[in-house]
């Protein structure tokens, strides 16, 4: 199946620092990318919808200049969590979705804000 | 209301029994249907999409009924390597956006 990639893998931080994760399709070109967030014992929650050359499509209650999206190519999304603070830690999740419209995710980036 | 609805569980059943999760969806506008897969910390994986006819793939059987807007995922023969958590997802028509339940735990037990 198609590979998605994500980096770091794992990233702990000082409050008030900023994190950037990557997120890439390996073997496919993506126009959209979704980024989630996973606390623990709960689902994925939608953040926001990353479209290639455009703004991206934030969810409700998602503070947009919190939670910066770049989508500069096909097969490269970032989400750079500003000023980070703990209750920014998370499981973060990005997919592809690919040509076929089927989704492919990355494997998660896991955030620890100190 | 919550978009999708899962029973968290969890689940804890013998090696080889058969066990089914039940999910509903409220958004009477969504067309796809999935079955994820999760292990612990994780991302997931796609186990099964979920068809109007009903689809199998080994000891997995999906139903979808959209009149009562719920599906439906039975694991016949547990493995030991079932245990998970498994997420029910939903795609709305004219988005690409993915909508997911809580999940489901499911323990098997030797």
Known sequence: ????????????????????????SLDFQATTMFW?????????????????????????GVE??????????????????????????????????????????????????? | RKEVEQDPGPFNVPEGATVAFNCTYSNSASQ?????RQDCRKEPKLLMSV???????????????RASQYISLLIRDSKLSDSATYLCVVNIAGTYKYIFGTGTRLKVLA
């Open chain 1, 1 to 24: 199946g198609a590979v998605v990639s994500q980096h770091p893998s794992w990233v702990i931080c000082k409050s008030g620092t900023s994190v950037k994760i990557e997120c890439r």
């Open chain 1, 36 to 60: 989630y967030r996973q606390f623990p014992k709960q689902s994925l929650m939608l953040m926001a919808t990353s479209n290639e050359g455009s703004k991206a499509t934030y969810e409700q």
């Open chain 1, 64 to 114: 947009k200049d919190k939670f910066l999206i770049n989508h500069a190519s096909l097969t490269l999304s970032t989400l750079t969590v500003t000023s980070a603070h703990p209750e920014d830690s998370s499981f973060y999740i990005c997919s592809a979705r690919a040509p076929s419209d089927e989704q492919f995710f990355g494997p998660g980036t896991r955030l620890t804000v100190l």
């Open chain 2, 32 to 36: 796809s249907f999935f079955w994820y």
């Open chain 2, 51 to 65: 068809y109007s006819s009903g689809n199998e793939d080994g000891r997995f059987t999906a139903q979808l009924n």
